[in-house]
């Protein structure tokens, strides 16, 4: 915390994190009593968690992303098979088709 002004004149977006840091540990026993707080201020600097949490989020999309890829292929694969087996070359589906027309 240098001064806290922002970069446009007024209070930095962290200053009410670090006001409440330095209260807690200005009337605290021990510096252990204030993990919180000091937490609270670096993840507002930093934004170490929020990054971790945003990587998790996209690692996961692109897992799902991959998975329905795979899953379309082996369902087009499947449909090529059938389309290309003897069923339609016997015209048993355009019988039935006409017949329920």
């Known amino acids: 915390m240098a001064s806290g002004y922002g970069y446009n004149g007024g209070r ?5 994190f670090w006001q409440e ?3 807690c540990y200005a009337l605290a026993d021990k510096p252990e009593e204030c993990v919180l707080q000091r937490d609270d201020y670096l993840e507002c600097l930093h934004h170490s968690k929020e990054i971790i949490r945003t990587k998790t989020i996209q690692d996961e999309y692109i897992k799902q992303k991959e ?10 694969k499947k449909a090529d098979a059938a389309a290309a ?5 016997l015209n048993v589906i355009e019988e039935k088709a006409k017949a329920s027309a």
């Open 67 to 76: 998975k329905r890829a795979l899953e379309a292929a082996a369902s087009k």
């Open 85 to 89: 087996s003897n069923v339609p070359r």
């Open 21 to 23: 840091f330095h209260k």
């Open 12 to 16: 930095s977006r962290c200053y009410p």
